[in-house]
T-cell receptor, first 115, second 116 residues
């Protein structure tokens, strides 16, 4: 079945380390997104990518980096510059048929904990 | 700037009773509004959307939402709550629109707790 796969589901990191969260989709969607979720704060947009080899900063991009070398993949790197990286990270995508309506499809999330 | 507000952090309701989860919005232009549901440690699932047309929108799992332009609200409703409806609910509004994609702005979420 088509969908979005995020890995790992749980990740522990020591302070000062970079970590990369994987997001793969087989929905043939052009646009992909990374959101960060913190308790009581809802979802905040980190980065988004409309097409391969192009991406844009969202509202809270500092301390994060992304790449979009393939249509199917949109990995997120949480760098040591991110001051408070412990959070639940959600990847999402949207297909051409849903562009005008804005209906996003989400992965199951990755929970990052900094020790 | 586009925004949504969910004024209640938590809503408690007994099984079988009607439920309402509130959402108000602030947008320039026509609003595109959404409700999503999230179960613990899972991704978000789409419930329903309002783009245009009837003010009462029906969605998944028996949920519906009422768009009220004068009150700038988009409240989520269900006539009879189930224990399995207990989850975190997000209201969202469409933000940027371009040729290939769009982003959503989410509210802070409302935890719905249905007791048996």
């Amino acid at each position: 079945d088509g969908g979005i796969t995020q890995s790992p589901k749980y990740l522990f990191r020591k302070e000062g380390q970079n970590v990369t969260l994987s997001c793969e989709q087989n929905l043939n969607h052009d646009a992909m997104y990374w959101y960060r979720q913190d308790p009581g704060q809802g979802l905040r947009l980190i980065y988004y990518s409309q097409i391969v080899n192009d991406f844009q900063k969202g509202d809270i991009a500092e301390g994060y980096s992304v790449s979009r070398e393939k249509k199917e993949s949109f990995p997120l790197t949480v760098t040591s510059a991110q001051k408070n990286p412990t959070a639940f990270y959600l990847c999402a995508s949207i297909g051409k048929g849903h562009v005008n309506t804005g209906e996003l499809f989400f992965g199951e999330g990755s929970r990052l904990t900094v020790l | 700037a586009q925004s949504v507000a969910q004024p209640e952090d938590q809503v408690n309701v007994a099984e079988g009773n009607p439920l309402t989860v509130k959402c108000t919005y602030s947008v320039s232009g026509n609003p595109y509004l959404f409700w999503y549901v999230q179960y613990p440690n899972r991704g978000l699932q789409f419930l329903l959307k309002y783009i245009t047309g009837d003010n009462l929108v029906k969605g998944s799992y028996g949920f519906e939402a009422e768009f009220n332009k004068s009150q700038t609200s988009f409240h989520l409703k269900k006539p009879s709550a189930l224990v399995s409806d207990s989850a975190l609910y997000f209201c969202a509004v469409r933000d940027r629109v371009n040729q290939a994609g769009t982003a959503l702005i989410f509210g802070k979420g409302t935890t719905l707790s249905v007791s048996s």
